[in-house]
C-alpha cells in the first residue's frame, strides 16, 4: 500500500498548464506559446498585461510585446522552463555576452528576480571563462535597458575599476555611456576617500569580482531570499520563485 503524502505550508501549488497563452513578441509578432501560469508566477509585470487584456476584452489568450526582443524573450522562456540559463546555438563567445544582458534587462523589467539573479551569475561565469571584462557594445547596451542602482550597472562599474585597466577605457572613452561614466567616478572617488589604510585599499582595488559574495549583484525581496555565502557566479540555487508566487495567490 502506497504511503500518503504528506503536505505542508511548503509544498509548491500545482501548476495549471490547461490555459496556453501566445505572446507576440518584437515589431514583426514573432510568437511564443506559453502556460499562463507558470508565466503569472514569475513575472508581476506579465500577470498586470495579461489581467489588463482580460479586463479590455474578455480575452487574455494573447498578449503583445511589441518593445521586447524575440531572442532576448526566447532566452527568458528557456530559463522558466529549465530553471537555467541556456544559450542560444552557435552564438560567438563575445556574442553571448550582449545575449546575457539582454536576458537580465528582460528579466528586470519583468520583475522576475530569480531569473535576473540567474542571468547575472552567468554573465559572471561566462567573463571569467573568456577572461575578458565586458566591452563598450556590452557596456552600451546595458546602460540603454536598465535604470539607476541597476545591480547590473554595479558589475560592469566594478568591472572596469577592479578588473580593468587604462587601455579598457582610453580609446574609446568618448564613446562610453555618460552614465556609466559618472558611476565609475563616484566608485572611485568612494573607495579613494574612504581613509582605508594603505594595504587594505589595495586589496579593495584589487578585488575580484569572482571573489564577491554571491549576492553582491543579486537583487532580493520576502519572496526571493539572500543566497548563502557563496562566491559571485557560482552555481545559481532555487530561491523559491515559483513555491513563493504559489503561496501569494
Known sequence: MAS????????????????????????????FIVHKDVICRRSPFL???IAERWNSTGDCKKIELPADNPSAFASYLQCVYQGVVVHEAGVMEEDATCELIALYALADK???LRGANLAIDALIQHSDTLNRIPGLAEVDLAYGHTTANSPLRKLLVDYYLHEGNEAALQSDIDQYPCAFLADFIMEYARLKYSKLPEKVEKVVFNAKIESKPKCEYHQHSDTHPVCDGEAAGGQ????????AASKEE
Open 110 to 112: 519583468f520583475g522576475d
Open 236 to 243: 545559481a540555487e532555487d530561491h523559491g520563485g515559483d513555491e
Open 4 to 31: 500518503a503524502v504528506k503536505v505542508t505550508s511548503s509544498t509548491p501549488a500545482r501548476i495549471d498548464f490547461s490555459e496556453p497563452l501566445i505572446v507576440l513578441v518584437g515589431p514583426e509578432k514573432k510568437s
Open 47 to 49: 500577470k498586470a498585461a
